[in-house]
T-cell receptor, first 110, second 113 residues
Framework: NAGVTQTPKFQVLKTGQSMTLQCAQD?????MSWYRQDPGMGLRLIHY???????DQGEVPNGYNVSRSTTEDFPLRLLSAAPSQTSVYFC?????????FGQGTRLTVV | DAKTTQPPSMDCAEGRAANLPCNHS???????VYWYRQIHSQGPQYIIH???NNETNEMASLIITEDRKSSTLILPHATLRDTAVYYC??????????????FGKGTKLTVNP
């Protein structure tokens, strides 16, 4: 089992560019989430999904889109990158009490 | 979800027990206490959770007070690899997963040789 796999690990974008952060899990979990973590802060929820075709907003959804066409994949799209979106992004999948996190994508927007 | 309060930092000697406190005085009857940790900017890692009884697994023990207003995570024999930020989270469990975790700033535990 690979668990939760995030790609890419690092990315630099110019302001206004768009991109998709990929997240895949091989544990057949229904529940998946995206978080961002800024320096010295805890993680904040961006979007989440409780199953294929079902997504909802978290605490900080503005500037991000998600879709969930399969159980395995939960991509996060940045529509028009802004410097305020410079952060580390974590994807998680969960079953019952335990959430499994990927290793993160470190994004810098210049 | 109930708010939690944790000390910003703690130190512990290697081989000794690390006791990490968490206050959650507004916890409601159906909310569980969860603990996660994050080692050096890696993705958070689940440790343990409980409702009102003390819990133990291979990683740690969780002691919840009788009134459930506070809890303590115990790492019985801390090692240098336990140096991490520890998050205490209180929430009502979802039907099938933990999709909406609310992370505070946690406690930075430093285990010293």
């Amino acid at each position: 089992n690979a668990g939760v796999t995030q790609t890419p690990k690092f990315q630099v974008l110019k302001t206004g560019q768009s991109m998709t952060l990929q997240c895949a899990q091989d544990m057949n979990h229904e529940y998946m989430s995206w978080y961002r973590q800024d320096p010295g802060m805890g993680l904040r929820l961006i979007h989440y999904s409780v199953g294929a075709g079902i997504t909802d907003q978290g605490e900080v959804p503005n500037g991000y889109n998600v879709s969930r066409s399969t159980t395995e994949d939960f991509p996060l799209r940045l529509l028009s990158a802004a410097p305020s979106q410079t952060s580390v992004y974590f994807c998680a999948s969960s079953y019952a009490a335990e959430a499994f996190f990927g290793q993160g994508t470190r994004l810098t927007v210049v | 979800d109930a708010k939690t309060t944790q000390p910003p930092s703690m130190d512990c000697a290697e081989g000794r027990a690390a006791n990490l406190p968490c206050n959650h005085s507004t916890i409601s009857g159906n909310e569980y206490v969860y603990w996660y940790r994050q080692i050096h900017s890696q993705g958070p890692q689940y440790i343990i959770h409980g409702l009102k009884n003390n819990e133990t697994n291979e990683m740690a023990s969780l002691i919840i007070t009788e009134d459930r207003k506070s809890s303590t995570l115990i790492l019985p024999h801390a090692t240098l690899r336990d140096t991490a930020v520890y998050y205490c989270i209180v929430r009502v469990p979802s039907k099938g997963g933990s999709e909406k975790l609310v992370f505070g700033k946690g406690t930075k535990l430093t285990v010293n040789p």
